[in-house]
């Protein structure tokens, strides 16, 4: 399969992209030099292996499909907001449930140009722009790091609980709790296989217009691309316990989530940079379609998780606005 894969690193102010070939592997730990993208469940990996650097206003903007699928509504949220949380009361734990929020493309559409506004506009971030030759265009700005390692030397983040840095309210037990889920389950799982990290957090960090809470993982290990497909779906993006809130989201959310929560990065050499897929979006032919979701727990409020998932729909409907 034919491709392009562009991104920025988080911090960085250079953009880089090529045309690729892509390939589907079986694993995480398959993964050699290149970009690399995960669905959500795993079940499709894309290995991009980088041929020609190129600009991203030479990519072929007419090569999009057109399919639509049913936003959905606040009545249907309210419900499987209202499962989730009793979800959460049964099991003593979390789930992440996601919607899928449309927008019309405007005439005259740029995808190269709303990818460099989306470069301008957020420093902090992974921005990406892909696609892949019969299964979709992609683009997001993730503040999540799964996995960074260079020679041996990993960090990992545990980054869930979230507020409108234009109304900070203090953190409230929700969001802590929420967030401990998040670090308790990485620090079991870094523990079950005898790494020795040193845990710091959790902190406020920004990400667009919203801030979360951050609580980051440092050890070494040989082995990071194993690391990384151990925690990855962490209980930022899918729940605990874990199968039963991987269950919960096949059989509640109405949507298949794609790339969406998935793993999205590159590896080169010793340097393995590793992101989950958040703050993004499937463009087709008319549309932009942005995948959010938020933390359920018993204490959630229906109504706050829904403007929390309009909130992270605007990282990348404000860069639509402008474009
Ligand atoms: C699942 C998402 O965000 C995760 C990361 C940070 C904060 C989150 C939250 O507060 O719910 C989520 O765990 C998303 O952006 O779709």
């Not at 929420?178 to 990290?197: G, P, T, Y």
């Not at 605007?314 to 639509?320: A, D, K, N």
Request: proline share 3%.
């Amino acid at each position: 399969m034919k491709g392009y894969f562009f991104y920025q690193d988080p911090g960085s102010s250079v953009t880089q992209g090529f045309s690729c070939r892509v390939k589907e592997i079986d694993n995480l730990e398959e993964m050699s030099d290149g970009f690399i993208v995960s669905t959500f469940n795993k079940e499709q990996l894309f290995l991009f292996q980088p041929e020609d650097q190129i600009d991203i206003h030479e990519v072929d903007q007419a090569d999009r499909g057109s399919f639509m699928v049913n936003a959905m509504s606040f009545d249907k949220y309210q419900q499987l907001a209202t499962e989730a949380m009793a979800f959460c009361k049964y099991h003593h734990g979390k789930v992440v449930l996601s919607r899928v929020k449309s927008a019309s493309l405007p005439k005259g559409f740029s995808l190269a140009d709303f990818f460099v506004n989306l470069c301008k506009k957020y420093n902090h971030s992974f921005n990406y722009c892909f696609s892949i030759e019969g299964v979709g265009t992609w683009v997001g700005a993730t503040p999540e790091v799964l996995v960074h390692s260079l020679s041996q030397q990993c960090t990992v983040y545990a980054l869930a609980g979230s507020r409108d840095v234009t109304n900070p309210f203090e953190w409230t037990k929700k969001e802590l709790a929420e967030q401990a889920f998040v670090s308790e389950n990485i620090s079991d799982i870094l523990k079950s296989v005898n790494l020795n990290f040193v845990m710091d957090g959790p902190e406020t960090v920004r990400a667009g217009n919203l801030e979360h809470l951050l609580t980051t993982f440092k050890f070494d290990s040989a082995n990071s691309l194993k690391v990384a497909d151990m925690l990855h779906p962490t209980p930022a993006v899918c729940g605990t316990p874990k199968k039963e809130a991987l269950q919960f989201i096949e059989e509640f959310e109405p949507h298949s989530r794609k790339f969406y929560a998935g793993v999205i990065g590159w590896k080169k050499g010793e340097e393995l940079s590793l992101f989950v897929n958040l703050r993004c979006a499937e463009v087709t032919a008319d549309e932009l379609r942005c995948y959010v979701g938020g933390g359920i727990t018993e204490k959630s409020n229906p109504e706050k998780e829904w403007e929390e998932t309009n909130i992270k729909s605007e990282t990348l409907l404000s860069v639509l606005k402008k474009n």
